[in-house]
Structure formats: C-alpha cells, structure tokens
C-alpha cells in the first residue's frame, strides 16, 4: 500500500509525525507537507508565484506552499506514481461541522479526492497533542480496516474523521455522522500597530450550534470517533425546483428586451 501523507500544520508538527511514525511499517509513506502553518488555507493553490521542494532534518519533503499544493504537486509529478491513499493530519484541533469550509487538513484530503484517490482527514477534537499517540493508533487501525475490506485502491471517497484526546481503551467506537453547524465567528480583535495603523485578526471559532445527536460534535463529546463522508458538490439540490422557476422568469424578461 502507497500512502501520500500531508497535513496543514507545517511539516515538523507532532500530528504529522505520529501517523508516519504509526503507518510506516504498513505501507510506503511519502510526506509532502506544508513549510509553515497552513491552517484554515482550504482549497487554495498557489498560482501567483513559484514553489519549492526541499527535504527537512526528519526526512520529509516540503513545499512553500498551502497543503493543496502539496498534495497537487506530489500527483501530477513529483510522486512519479500514483499513490494508493492520501491522508492529512493528524491536525491539532476539531474539523467538525462549518470547519470543513475552512480546513486546510481537508483541503489537502479533498485535493487527493479530486485526482481519483481515496482521502482522509484526521484530526483531534482539542488543540496540544494529548494522546497522540492514541490518536495515530487509531488511525492505523482505521486504515488496516479499510485495507482489509478493501476499500484502499478503489473507487474515491473522502472521509472526514475526528478523535476525542483520549486514552486509546477509553476511545468509544466510530460512528457515521453528518456534518454539525457552529454559530458565528467571534467578533473581529482590532489592534494598533507601533506606527498607528488599525490591526485585525480573524475572530476564534464560534461555539457548536447543532450538535444534535448524528452529529460530530455530538459524537465526539460522547467520546466517539466521528466519521463523516464528504462530497465536492455545493450544489443546494433542494431548491434547484425554485431558483428554475425564477431563472425562467429572468430568461423571459431577457427575451422581452430583445
């Protein structure tokens, strides 16, 4: 088994180094990871100005670039093979409910999922690493499970998992969800710079507001693995019947103008 191994928390991050240092013995493991912290980079690509690939002190190749980039550049060249598997992580920190618009950890997923390959993003429910270990374990065994039912080398899917900072036997089993919802961002923090220019940060994350059971949130909170398959498709299907009626009508005043 070929694994693609990135993240969005810079290639030294300890979550990177769990999974390869858990999967190593299992498969092929190629890290390309991000030269520096690439959170909440999303899907963005680097298009405006060069990328490079260089090798760090622990081995891993990394580019100065976002984590799509990353996974980008490693398949449609600098692999020079097509791996059988892309994971991402394991991030410091939830991906649940609207963080998936913004995660660069799923970014990088979703980008393997874009060139036909199966892709999962990990991640731990809160930030500092505790049980790390326990997180890569669980990942492994994850990914061995998959391999086994084989699910690895097959059609693309894409996978979005959280793991509670728990003790690996205090871990409940994984269960399937959907996707949860946040409130909003909190307000924006202004500052003054030394020169007297106005400063803004980007606000922290809003708190859940459907955590409802079936959700992620509600998963992990019981101390559940969440695992939530996602799709590229931003399509609102629901009201695909109302906006037709509506662009029927634009389409009718076009012609009147005619």
Request: charged content about 20%; proline content about 5%; hydrophobic content about 40%.
């Amino acid at each position: 088994m070929k694994i693609l191994l990135s993240n969005d928390d810079g290639f030294q991050a300890p979550g990177l180094a769990a999974l390869y240092q858990a999967l190593k013995d299992v498969a092929e493991v190629e890290v390309i990871a991000p030269e520096q912290n690439n959170s909440a980079k999303s899907n963005a690509l680097t298009l405006h100005s060069p990328l490079y690939v260089n090798r760090g002190s622990n081995g891993f190749r990394y580019i100065n670039g976002t984590p799509a980039d990353c996974v980008h550049i490693a398949l449609t060249g600098l692999l020079g093979y097509r791996p059988d598997l892309v994971l991402s992580g394991i991030n410091d920190g939830a991906n649940m409910g609207d963080d998936t618009i913004y995660s660069g950890t799923v970014g990088a997923a979703m980008e393997g999922y874009l060139f036909g390959v199966p892709a999962i993003a990990f991640s731990q429910v809160e930030k500092k690493w505790a049980h790390l270990d326990a997180a890569a374990r669980k990942a492994r065994d994850l990914v061995l499970q998959m391999s086994s039912h084989k699910l690895i080398g097959s059609a693309p899917w894409l996978l979005n998992i959280n793991i509670p900072n728990l003790p690996f036997d205090e871990l409940g089993h994984v269960k399937l969800c959907r996707l949860g919802r946040r409130h909003a961002a909190e307000a924006v923090i202004t500052q003054t710079n030394p020169r007297g220019d106005t400063m803004y940060w980007i606000g922290a994350a809003g708190p859940s507001k459907d955590d409802a059971e079936g959700t992620d949130f509600h998963a992990t909170a019981q101390g559940h693995v969440s695992m939530t398959p996602l799709k590229v498709d931003l399509t609102d299907h629901d009201s695909l019947g109302y906006w037709a009626q509506t662009a029927a009508r634009l389409s009718e005043q076009d012609k009147n103008r005619v």
